[in-house]
């Protein structure tokens, strides 16, 4: 597939997010109750976790019967069945949480096992309703074509939403191990989900841009002693996010500087932080906007070229926090490139991006190659971090086409 055709249609389904709009939900399907007391308004009750969870990680809790819409009018669905799910698996810290995500099967038959590939979403925002199981069902989900392209290959996608991405509590926002472990447990629950009739020992891969390049790498690297069993054959990683200190540098008062109050954001509700501490009247204001209200593209129109040094009491930027305690050991906590991914690896990345430097993603490919891993990595000239996602997907989807039929995987190192 060209690049170009698809990067206008896909700059088209970003604008459509414009239009968010909160999902109303329907009735949970599962046979567990959400936890007894209030729903908050902008949580539709399938998205409560239940007072218990079950004992495995990737056991799903409860499935829905859902939608996944390409326009923000709904005119368009994507041919697949769709299933909302929620499944348990592990925050950072090893305790058990309940995360939501849709599970898609196309309905493009297919001879032999179909493969599931867990597509790792890109940024969203920290909003319950920023939630991609809501945003697919709105068809305000930026990164719908990418997902219709897998679709589109006969494979089943998987979803997650992340840690507190629709579910109660901060989405704890490029915590690496909780964003590996829900996409892995998202795999475990597409294969159980009993409405989705899917191999429930087949082939998988892994597949991110973004923050969802982060996700794939984390879970590449997690899943030999994580997720052992899943038949991974492959992981896609576009511009990832590896080292944060680089890119948080590099978005705090540019364009993006809205993902660098994410970060804070996230990380501090997962290493249980308290940000408030640090802002202003008005850091404060901005900070629970982008929390509580603002989906991703609405938060780069309305906060462009956002310091953090006019959010601070000192007037100080936030980036020079991240050098020292207790900042410094949470964002080493992040740093991908640790550890061998025992699967063959796709990364892709624009020399042209204008949030996650180019320079990081040959960092982790350089890493990854030390440690003996098998590394293809391509450079791109498209201009811009959004823009790029699509030659991610054009290069991807072959690669992982080669890999689920077997062939052996290219390298670069």
Known sequence: MRVLPRLAVVLLAACSSWLVAADAGASPAG??????????ADRPAFYEP???????????????RAAFYL?????????????????????????????TGTVLTPDKARSGPRPIVAFA??????????SPSRQMAEGTEYEALPI????????????????GLGTPGVHTYMDRAAQGYAVLDSLRAAQRLQEAHLPDAGPVALYGYSQGGGASAAAAELAPAYAPELKIKGAVVGAPPADLDKVAANLDGSAYGAFFNYSLSGLGAAYGIDIDSYLTPHGKRVTRDLRDNQCTTQAIAKYPFLTSRSLTTDGRPLTERLKNAPWKKIVDDQQLGTHRPDVPILLSHSRLDDVVPHKVGEKLAADWCRRGAAVKFTTNYVPGHIAATAATSSAGAPWLKDRFTGKTAPSTC
């Open 50 to 64: 239940p007072a218990s969870l079950p004992e495995r990680d990737g056991d799903v809790i409860r499935s829905q």
């Open 31 to 40: 046979a567990t109750s959400p936890v007894p007391g209030a729903v908050l």
């Open 148 to 163: 219709k392209h897998l679709l589109d290959q006969g494979w089943a996608v998987v979803v997650p939403d992340y840690q």
């Open 121 to 130: 979403p890109g940024t969203q925002g920290l909003a319950d309703k920023c």
């Open 71 to 99: 326009d923000s009018l709904k005119l368009v669905k994507a041919g697949a069945d769709v299933e909302r799910i929620m499944y348990r698996t592990t925050d950072h810290s090893g305790k058990p949480i309940a995360v």
